[in-house]
């Protein structure tokens, strides 16, 4: 009966998932309190669904939910949800697990936390199959060989026996891709599979993952926060906020005309461009340096860079370029051990100890993760009071007016003075931490992948405020990211930058354009475009090359 | 050559010189015990002379450095432990390590038997602790456990003396064993003190167990090991156990040292002739070879035993055992 009834639902078209009213509660604050807020959601056999939102949009949530699944401290409060005609949210935990990872497969967003650290690739691949009786231990890892291939791994046939510690991010997100494949379940979850990984390797894994779920016509949802991807994926887009569906039409229709103004933010980021401008006044000059560190390994190598001043030069490149090392060498962390850097035509002495408080002022840094870089049991007043007190020995009065002033600078009043970073959202901790580098009235900012962990609507904002605070103040950023829309939003000039050595500098519309440095021209054609056929044309063009 | 070997060879350079240490500290404090044995053993109306003429017959009116050097260098030569002062009678000698052999035999038994049955039975109730956690079962194990790492040895060992040897006949209250005593016979005389010893120890390692396998329970590769259907016992012995050995390791390691060491209550309770009365029994008699020997062997057993802790974190380790 089972099989006849699955049979007969294989044919494409016929829904696979359907998900009426579901609300999702999470639990918080000793609370219980909705993530996903009543949202239908239907999937067809061999269809591919895209889910796109922000952090807190409940994508990812309603996606595991699809499979009958609630993270520890969440529960699938009411609605159903059914899956090829069982209902899951009545389904037994034996029923569930039966059909997890045989005909529903989940592909996690950092493989490298995913794939367990103490087991063979090979182990953990056919595992599925192998528990849930699908195939015996000699045919699985021969199928999985064959999956490895098709995937495009390298040495298919071996690469298997390595641990996941011994293989590349992309390599490992393709493994996983070919583990969720073993049993060829019905549906595929794939939770932001690329976010963790470079643009180059994002094209090759989503080249990898688009191809075999058609090979299959594997059903799949694919969460992500970043609707260029989604488009080479999906079929369909549901956009959600709030856990609310806002918007959900054919992936080419929601391109070329969104409704909803809320969609059309989520490229808030791909819409900003700065008109460059030159300066032959040079702040910061590195010259030739090479740096290594303690095991003798080489990370920078001949590196030279003009930052020019009251202007904006943005170092790209990937995670392993070297570009926050270069950050670590300026600010003298890491001493260079070839090399020298001039600051205001001076030579900085290279390591940090030896530099007097005066030149500490004048260079100062943003970190990625302002979670992590502001202390979370000081309050704001006193993050920002430090610098005020220790390079310009502000106290009493004058310093709680200068706290207020940076407070306006950033655009939060000075109520907000008195929090503590936990009180406050990702981009205020974020805007806290600019705020701190400019109390001590630097010369040279040094921003390191600031934006990377922010909601495009929030990088939109904070983009901007940095760009006023130049204005108003004239100070130099060296601004560190891996993301070109941010590069295309800021820089004046840029720095290419890939295995520890510069590829490229000049004004952002010499580097943007052709003719391309080969390296140049990779990292640029790879960044996913708001065009459903941008990968399959990158991928025709690119096999043309070859 | 394989970094693991080079790790193990460093660890075990480090334990040769802490054991090196451990023996200057263990001669240097012995020497500042009031009393030796000549005063112990002569008694209080002994004259001065007398006293000077024992200690010129015992050596030990040499000075300490050179004593050491000739005690060390005994022992790394000619594994020669010196001789027990409460045997030298003429030239009739006791060696340390005649009198200690059968000892640490004793001990090394009984430490071996509370270890068979504490280890697997720590892991299986630790394990299924985090199974089941918060469970009445999870509960019922931490407190019982608890109570018995809480509660004193001797008490322990009274109360399964008077279950278990007296309202019960079936076990022997008193362990008295020698050398000719057959091996099961051995084994049945010293179940008492055996099962008091896992008692005290089972608590340690099986929450130790039960803690690192759950704190590893929050992570990805757990997850995704549910969702790619394993029932709750596969997630846990095939994807956390793996991870959670190391700090497994080091605490078993720490209790199979203290079944070594730290068995002196039990052994006086069962009458057990172990290596810690022998100790206790030299301390009070001041007959330092004897104590020197025996610290010295408590010392190398701690070192090796956080040893094979060490690597068995190095072995679980993938990272370490298969580099990039």
Redesign the interface.
């Known amino acids: 009966m089972a099989d006849n009834s699955r049979e007969s639902s294989r044919v494409k078209g016929a829904a696979l998932v359907e998900m009426r009213n579901v609300v999702i509660d999470g639990y918080s604050g000793e609370t219980w309190h909705p993530i996903v807020k009543g949202i239908d959601l239907t999937l067809k056999r061999g269809e591919v669904l895209g889910l796109i939102g922000e952090s807190g949009a409940g994508k990812s949530t309603l996606g595991l939910a699809s499979m009958g699944y609630a993270r520890p401290g969440c529960r699938i409060t009411s609605g159903s949800i059914t899956f090829d005609g069982i209902d899951l949210t009545k389904a037994s935990k034996a029923e569930k697990r039966a059909l997890w990872g045989s005909r529903i497969a989940y592909v996690a967003q950092s493989a490298a936390a995913a794939f367990n650290p103490a087991h063979r690739l090979m182990d953990q691949t056919v595992e599925t199959a192998v528990t849930h009786a699908v195939m015996e231990r000699g045919k699985a890892e021969a199928d999985a060989k064959d999956l490895f291939g098709r995937l495009q791994l390298p040495n298919p046939g071996s690469i298997g026996h390595r641990f996941p510690h011994q293989v590349s991010g992309g390599q490992l997100q393709r493994a996983m891709t070919a583990m969720a494949m073993s049993c060829r379940p019905d549906l595929i979850i794939f939770d932001e599979p690329t976010t963790a990984l470079d643009v180059t390797t994002q094209v090759e894994v989503l080249a990898a993952m688009r191809n075999i779920v058609e090979q299959f016509n594997t059903a799949a949802i694919y969460i992500t926060h970043d609707l260029a991807v989604v488009a080479q994926m999906a079929h369909r887009i549901m956009v959600l906020r709030h856990g609310k569906l806002v918007e959900e039409s054919e992936t080419r229709q929601m391109l070329k005309s969104p409704k909803e103004e809320y969609t059309k933010s989520l490229w808030a980021v791909r819409a900003l461009a700065k008109d460059e401008s030159a300066n032959d006044d040079v702040a910061l000059e590195v010259r030739h340096v090479d740096a290594a560190y303690g095991n003798g390994f080489k990370v920078l190598d001949d590196v030279s860079i003009r930052v020019p001043r009251g202007r904006t030069v943005a170092v790209v490149g990937e995670s392993g370029s070297g570009k926050s090392t270069t950050a670590r060498v300026i600010t003298g962390l890491l001493p260079p051990t070839k090399g020298e850097i001039l600051f205001n035509g001076k030579a900085l002495p290279p390591r940090l100890q030896d530099r007097d408080r005066d030149t500490l002022r004048r260079i100062q840094m943003i970190y990625q993760s302002a979670d992590t870089a502001l202390n979370p049991r000081q309050k704001v007043r006193d993050i920002i009071g430090r610098p005020l007190e220790f390079y310009l020995g502000l106290t009493g009065e004058k310093k709680d007016k200068r706290i207020e002033e940076l407070l306006n600078a950033i655009e939060l009043n000075g109520s907000y003075a008195d929090r503590l970073p936990s009180e406050l959202s990702g981009g205020q901790k974020q805007r806290v931490s600019i705020a701190r580098a400019l109390a001590a009235e630097p010369e040279l900012i040094i921003c390191d992948e600031v934006t990377s962990a922010l909601d495009q609507i929030v990088q939109e904002e904070i983009l901007h405020l940095l760009m006023r605070l130049q204005k108003d103040t004239n100070v130099t950023y060296l601004f560190i990211t891996h993301d070109i829309a941010t590069v295309r939003a800021i820089a004046d000039e840029i720095v290419v930058m890939n295995k520890g050595k510069v590829v490229q500098q000049g004004l952002k519309s010499k580097v943007l354009n052709p003719p391309f440095p080969a390296y140049t021209e990779l990292l640029l054609s790879s960044v996913p475009q708001m065009d459903p056929d941008w990968l399959t044309g990158l991928l025709a063009k690119r096999k043309a090359a070859t | 050559m394989h970094p693991v070997l080079r790790t193990v060879l460093q660890r075990l350079g480090l334990g040769v010189l802490t054991l090196l240490v451990v023996a200057v500290v263990i001669f240097s404090t012995l020497s500042f015990l009031p009393g030796g044995y000549a005063q112990n053993i002569l008694g209080q109306g002994a004259t001065p002379e007398t006293v000077a003429n024992f200690n010129h017959e015992l050596g030990l009116d040499r000075p300490a450095p050179v004593r050491f050097a000739e005690w060390l260098g005994n022992i790394v030569l000619h594994a020669d432990f010196g001789n027990s002062y409460a045997g030298l009678k003429g030239d009739i000698k006791r060696p340390v390590s005649s009198l200690i052999g059968p000892r640490f035999y004793n001990t090394f038994f009984l430490a071996a038997m509370a270890a068979v049955i504490a280890v697997p039975l720590a892991l299986i109730l630790g394990l299924l602790a985090a199974l089941y956690r918060n469970s009445w079962f999870d509960r019922a194990v931490n407190a019982i456990t608890l109570t018995t790492i809480a509660s004193p040895e001797f008490f322990v060992a009274y109360v399964l003396m008077y279950f278990l040897a007296i309202k019960n006949r079936w076990f022997y209250s008193l362990s008295t064993v020698d050398v000719n005593t057959p091996f099961w016979e051995h084994v049945s005389k010293a179940a008492l003190p055996a099962l008091t010893m896992t008692l005290v120890i089972v608590a340690h390692m099986m929450r130790m167990t039960r803690a690192s396998v759950i704190s590893l329970l ?4 757990i ?9 709750p016992g ?1 997630v846990i012995l ?2 956390a156990l ?2 959670a050995w190391a700090p497994i390791a080091t605490v078993i390691a720490f209790n199979l040292a203290y079944l070594v060491v730290g068995v002196v209550v039990v052994e006086v309770v069962f009458a057990y002739p172990g290596i810690g009365q022998l100790m206790v029994d030299s301390v009070s008699s001041r007959d330092m070879p004897v104590v020197q020997a025996c610290a010295l062997i408590f010392a190398a057993t701690y070192i090796l035993l956080n040893l094979i802790a060490d690597i068995v974190a190095i072995v ?4 370490l055992l ?1 580099p ?1």
């Open positions: 929050s992570s990805p590769y997850e995704m090991a549910q969702l790619k259907g394993l029932s596969q095939r994807h793996p991870n679980t380790n993938p990272r298969h990039k």
